[in-house]
Every structure is written in C-alpha cells, then in structure tokens.
Nanobody
Framework: QVQLVESGGGLVQPGGSLRLSCAASGSIFSTYAMGWYRQAPGKQRELVAAITSGGSTNYADSVKGRFTISRDNAKNTVYLQMNSLKPEDTAVYYC?????????????WGQGTQVTVSS
C-alpha cells in the first residue's frame, strides 16, 4: 500500500508565501513523475506543476514565475514553494505521484490540503 501525505496548507494574505510538502511512503520501488494539482470550488481539477525523477519541470501558465516545484528523491518527497500568492490561488491542492510497485506503475493521490489566500 502506498500513501501520499501532504502538509503545509493554510490561510495566507495576498502576496504571501506557503510551502507544501508531500511524502510518499509504502512498498515503493521507484518514484517517477510527481506533481501538484488544485481544485477550486465549482471548477475542474487542474495541473499546477509537475517534476520528473530527473528534475525536469512543467508549470501552469498562471503560476509561472511565482511557484517552484522541487523534489528529494531519497525521501520520495515533492515540494511546492508558492510565492506572491493571489486570491485566485485559493483551492484544495492535491499531490500526485507515479510510482513503481509490485504490480507495476501506479498513480496515487494525496488527500488534499486547503490553501486559502485572503485578507
């Protein structure tokens, strides 16, 4: 069984910063792509940022220049540094990882962490 545990969400004022963390644990052989998605009320879940095991990154246009994704392969952990936060960044943020387990490659999701940007 694989678990993704997220932390770091909360309430922050516009212009502030937050850092999200997501640690994968369980019977994992290797971790491949990891990423962050978000879902605001009444909207579809969308990709925020993703990173490969080699460190290549991809960002949504709306967060480029403000958010930075990184990972620690030894810890199977992915981070999302969010700066210059805007009210429109308010959403539940979900961690996602593609991992190699005994049954092959599987995609897992975290439980979600709330990020609220408000004055």
């Amino acid at each position: 069984q694989v678990q993704l545990v997220e932390s770091g969400g909360g309430l922050v004022q516009p212009g502030g910063s937050l850092r999200l963390s997501c640690a994968a644990s369980g019977s994992i052989f290797s971790t491949y792509a990891m990423g962050w998605y978000r879902q605001a009320p009444g909207k579809q879940r969308e990709l925020v940022a993703a990173i490969t095991s080699g460190g290549s990154t991809n960002y949504a246009d709306s967060v480029k220049g403000r958010f930075t994704i990184s990972r620690d392969n030894a810890k199977n952990t992915v981070y999302l540094q969010m700066n210059s936060l805007k009210p429109e960044d308010t959403a539940v943020y979900y961690c996602n990882a593609v991992v190699s387990v005994v049954t092959g490659l599987q995609r897992y999701w975290g439980q979600g962490t709330q990020v609220t940007v408000s004055s």
